[in-house]
C-alpha cells in the first residue's frame, strides 16, 4: 500500500518519452511505483490532468530573499520544485561584516532589489559560502535549493573596495579560487559570473566580476575542473566570444551555460550566430548551453531607478547622480544626443534599442497619456520620443511609469530558440528585479503558449525542457523525472488550460515593499519530496525542501 497515489494521469516523465495514461505512486519522500491500479492510502483522481516532475527554475536569485521567505514566494504555487540560486555571479556569500552595506547597494542596483527590504529583510548568520549553505540547511526552504558561488561576492571578499575598480593581481586570484574550491566543497552547484555591461552595482559602478580578465576567470572556472564537478554560468558581455568560453569549457572538462541569449529585434540573427558556435563547440564533445527565454521581456520602470537604460554606455555619467544633479542630467541637450547616438549604433546585446514604439506610458498624471506608446504621442507633439519621455517625466516629478517591451518580442525567432539542440530554457531571474517584471511563472508559459497555443514544443518535449534537460546537466541526482526511487517532486496540471496569469503589484516585502506576482492557472497540485505544499488546504507542518549539496560529476 502507497503512502498516495494519482490516479489516471497523462504522465510525463521529464526525458522526453511519449506521454502514457497510468497512475504514479509515491512513499514518504520518493516515487514508489509508476502503474495501474496501483492500491494507495490517499488517491487523487487525475483523469484528464497531466503529471510532470517538478519545473527546475535554473536561474533564479533568491539568495537574499530565502533569508526572510523560505517559501520562496511566488515560484512553488508556479510549479517550481528546485530553484537554482547564485547566478550571475550576485550571491551573498561571501560576505564580510564590514561589506555588507556594499553587497546590498549592489543587489539593489543590478538586481532591483529595494534596499530597504535587503536592510530589514536579510539575516546574517554566515560569512563564507560554508556558513550560508549550513545557514539555508538549517532553515529549511519550500523548494529544493541548489547555490551558486559569486564571482563578484567572491571577488569583493578578497579585494574589497577595489573590486570594482581593477584587474586582479596573482595572489589575488589565487585567493579567490581558493574560496571557489572551498564553496564546491561544501556543495555549491557551480561558479557564476558576469561580463555583461547592463551589470552595475552601487552608484554606476561595474559589477566587480566585470573587471576580471581572462587569466581570472580561466583560473576560477579551472577550479571546476580540479574539483571535476560543478558548472560554470555567465551571463556574457559582447566582448566574450563563445571561442574563449570553449576553451574553459575544453580545459575545464565541465558544463558552460552561456546567458542571456535574448531576441533583439533590431539585430535579429545575433542570438543565433551564439546559438550555432554553441551548436559547433558541442559538435566537438564540449558541453555548452545558450540561456534563453520563453518569455517576452518586458519592464515597467520609472526614471528614479531605469534599468532600461542603465546599460549604455552613454547613460553612465547620469549613473552615480541622485536629486537635482541627476534631473539636470536628463535634461542636459548634449547627454541626451548622447544616448540617441548610441541608440542607432549596432550593438550586440542592449536592453533598449530605440524602439519607441514598444515604450508604453502606464501611470500618469496626463490626461489621455496612459497605455499609448512614446512613439505616438512624441509624433503627435511633434518631438522627438527621447525628449518627450524624459520632459514628461522631469514634469512628473520622475514618478511617470513606463513599460518598455525590449526583447524577445518576435515569436517566430523565439520558437526558433525554443527548439535548438543547444539551448537551455531559462532566465526567469526569480527574486530579482521585482518591481521592473516577474518571469517566475515561465514553465506555466511554456506549457500554455508554446506548447498548447503555438505548438512549438509537444508536451513532452517541453517537460524534458522544464525538468529532465537542466537535471542532467547540474547533476542534479535523482530528480527531474518519473520514476520509481526518484524523489517525489511532482506538478500536477490542466494541459487545456495551463498558463501564467497577469502580473500584479503587491506590497508584501520587508518593510511593506512593493513587488510584482503572477497567479497560475490550471495548476492542481505541487509536491516536493513527497509533500504537497500546493492543491490542498492545509499548508504542511514543514518545509519540504531540500538544500542540494551532491551533484553528478
Ligand atoms: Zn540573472
Known sequence: M?????????????????????DLAVSGDRISAIGNSLPGKQIVEAEGLALMPGIIDNHTHYDAQITWDPWLSPSPALGVTTAVIGNCGFTLAPCRPGDRERIMRNLTQVEGMSLEALKSGIRWDFESVPQYLDMLERQGAALNVAAFAGHSSVRTYVMGEAATERRATD?????????VLEALRAGAVGFSTSTSPAHNGAGGKPMPSRLADEKELRALVGALGEAGRGVFMLTKG???????????????????????LLHNSTNPDSV????????EANDRRRKMVGAVSCCPLAMDFTLHSPYTFEGLDSWRPALPLQGDDYSRKLADPGFRAAVRAELVRPAHFRLFNGEWDKVQVIESRHKGFEQRTIARLAHEAGQDPLDFMLDLALDEGLDTVFSALLLNSDEAAVGRMLRHPSSLVSLSDAGAHLTFFNDAGFGLHLLGHWTRERDVLSLEEAAWRLTGQPAKLFGIRGRGALRPGAWADLLLFDPATVARGAKRRVYDLPACQPRLTAE?????????????????????????????????A
Open 2 to 22: 502507497h503512502d498516495l497515489v494519482i490516479r489516471n494521469a497523462l504522465l510525463l516523465d521529464g526525458l522526453g518519452s511519449a506521454p502514457r495514461h497510468g
Open 171 to 179: 595572489d589575488e586570484i589565487g585567493a579567490m579560487k581558493e574560496i
Open 238 to 260: 559582447g566582448h566574450t566570444a563563445v571561442p574563449f568560453l570553449e576553451s574553459l569549457a575544453a580545459e575545464s572538462g565541465r558544463p558552460v551555460v552561456v546567458a542571456a
Open 272 to 279: 543565433f550566430r551564439d546559438l550555432a558556435a554553441l551548436q
Open 520 to 552: 497560475a492557472i490550471g495548476v492542481r497540485g505541487v509536491w516536493v519530496n513527497g509533500t504537497r505544499i500546493v492543491g490542498s488546504d492545509a499548508r504542511p507542518k514543514r518545509l519540504p525542501g531540500r538544500l542540494l549539496r551532491e551533484f553528478d
